[in-house]
């Protein structure tokens, strides 16, 4: 399965199109839902984006908790920064970024724990560009999916 076939299972079985506002307030006739995807498409999503091994994979909630629970057999969640004992080093997870809060949030509480984030990637980057992170998709992927008529 190529780059290209995976982006397309991946927005054929996560978009949702309706009348939504999403967690950053914005209004939108589609949302991204990371909890629709098959397990299948998992391992190949793992090799494109690549993940750091020097991180422990840490899922931002809901979407990115249910990723990195279903991807990896240790991960670390927020709740054990606040709780300890804590990894040292993590890479941020998350289904979508739209403004980069819950990526700047977490990253707040895992550095105010003297760890370090090492990596922040997501399925989704719709933030057009204004939140660096490495992606699977990007808003420019979605529209171009959604004007074809999917």
Same mark, same amino acid.
């Given at each position: ?11 054929? =079985? ?6 939504? *506002?999403?967690?950053?307030? =914005? ?5 991204? $839902?990371?909890?629709?995807?098959? #397990?299948?498409? %998992?391992? +190949?999503?793992? #090799? ?5 091994? $020097?991180?422990?994979? !840490?899922? %931002?909630? &809901?979407?990115?908790?249910?990723? *990195? ?15 300890? +004992?804590? +990894? &040292? =080093?993590? /890479? ?6 739209? &403004? ?6 977490? &990253? =707040? ?28 998709? /990007? !808003? $420019?992927? *979605?529209?171009?999916?959604? $004007?074809?008529?999917?």
């Amino acid at each position: 399965m190529n780059r290209e076939e995976i982006n397309r299972q991946l927005m054929d =079985q996560c978009i949702v199109k309706g009348d939504f *506002v999403l967690h950053s307030g =914005q209004k939108s006739s589609w949302k991204f $839902e990371a909890e629709r995807m098959s #397990l299948e498409l %998992i391992h +190949p999503i793992k #090799l494109i984006l690549g993940f750091n091994p $020097e991180g422990m994979p !840490l899922g %931002i909630p &809901t979407g990115g908790e249910w990723f *990195v629970k279903h991807s990896f057999i240790y991960y670390a969640k927020l709740t054990d920064f606040l709780e300890g +004992p804590y +990894p &040292t =080093q993590v /890479t941020l997870f998350d289904d979508v970024v739209t &403004t980069g809060a819950s990526m700047r949030a977490a &990253t =707040q509480v895992i550095e105010g724990s003297k760890a370090r984030v090492v990596d922040r990637v997501c399925l989704l980057n719709r933030s057009g560009g204004l939140y660096q992170c490495r992606s699977v998709l /990007t !808003l $420019e992927d *979605v529209l171009a999916w959604l $004007e074809v008529g999917a």
